[in-house]
């Protein structure tokens, strides 16, 4: 494992984790982005310090009660947790989002009645080029993980790709 990989993802965590099995996690959490991207014929996203640090300070400010609460800052931003225990990563977190990518119809770039799809629009967003990601174990237990994108995705009539 190479320094400079191992400062790209923030990551702060009162849970036990070696420091090979958290970076071996967190690169999954980027390679699933990826492997979402290519799979619609989108170029890789980047991992990003600048972007990694917001995601950081976004997280650390939810540990207190782990809401779900959006950041409202300059990035696009996908967040997900709350109760699911100390074991739910930032992986998980992405292939949930990801499986939105059923009720996304790219014809009329709409989601289904009734569905969410723009956390996944937001993964394979085509012109966010970097990524960060932060996870916290909260106060109370909970989860906390949050993924941002620069630049920011889903624009209202724009299509992801």
């Known amino acids: ?9 923030r990551w702060t965590s009162s849970s036990i984790y070696s420091t090979m099995s958290l970076y071996l996690m967190l690169k999954d959490s980027g390679v ?24 950081s300070d976004c ?9 779900l609460v959006d950041s409202g800052g300059a990035y696009g931003e996908n967040i997900s947790g709350g109760s699911m225990g100390g074991d739910w990563t930032a992986s998980d977190a992405v292939s949930s989002w990801v499986s939105e990518q059923q009720y996304y119809d790219y014809n009329s770039n709409t989601c289904a009645d009734g569905h969410v799809c723009g ?41 992801p790709y």
Do not use: E
Not at 1 to 9: G, H, V
Not at 38 to 47: F, N, Q, R
Not at 132 to 142: E, L, Q
């Open 1 to 9: 494992m190479k320094a400079d990989d191992q400062t790209r993802w």
């Open 32 to 55: 699933r982005n990826v492997a979402a991207r290519a799979s619609v014929g989108v170029a890789p996203i980047a991992l990003d310090d600048t972007v990694a640090a917001y995601a």
């Open 59 to 67: 997280a650390n400010q939810r540990a207190a009660d782990c809401s």
């Open 119 to 159: 956390h996944y629009t937001q993964v394979v967003w085509a012109n966010s080029v970097k990524l960060g990601c932060a996870r916290v174990v909260c106060n109370n237990g909970g989860v906390f993980i949050t993924c941002n994108y620069d630049p920011p995705g889903n624009f209202v009539g724009d299509r």
